[in-house]
Nanobody, 122 residues
């Protein structure tokens, strides 16, 4: 089974940037649609961005134009470049897979990793 490990979080001032990485084990990574999620304290986990095996991307409206999701199938890794960060982006960020980027919210396939904390100060 594929497992994921997220990294790259940290503390950054508003307007700053971070690049998150999600390293996945397993030989089937390249055929899976992948997504980044986040969960802020007291809130439900939400899908932030998704990327299909063919490179189609989707984004949460509030991050469009600021975040970019990408993948490197040779490295079994998916990235989330986050620019112009805002305090409301503060959350634990997770990655997961789905049969389709449009099913990331309803049916994530993998065990959840530990996530990576992103804190944006004002």
């Amino acid at each position: 089974q594929v497992h994921v490990v997220e990294s790259g979080g940290g503390l950054v001032q508003a307007g700053g940037s971070l690049r998150l990485s999600c390293a996945a084990s397993g030989s089937t990574f390249s055929i899976k649609d992948m997504g980044w999620y986040r969960q802020a304290p007291g809130k439900e986990r939400e899908v932030v961005a998704g990327i299909s095996s063919g490179g189609t991307t989707i984004y949460l409206d509030s991050v469009k134009g600021r975040f970019t999701i990408s993948r490197d199938n040779a490295k079994n890794t998916v990235y989330l470049q986050m620019n112009s960060l805002k305090p409301e982006d503060t959350a634990v960020y997770y990655c997961n897979a789905a049969s389709s980027i449009y099913r990331l919210a309803l049916r994530p396939l993998l065990p959840w990793g530990q996530g990576t904390q992103v804190t944006v100060s004002s």
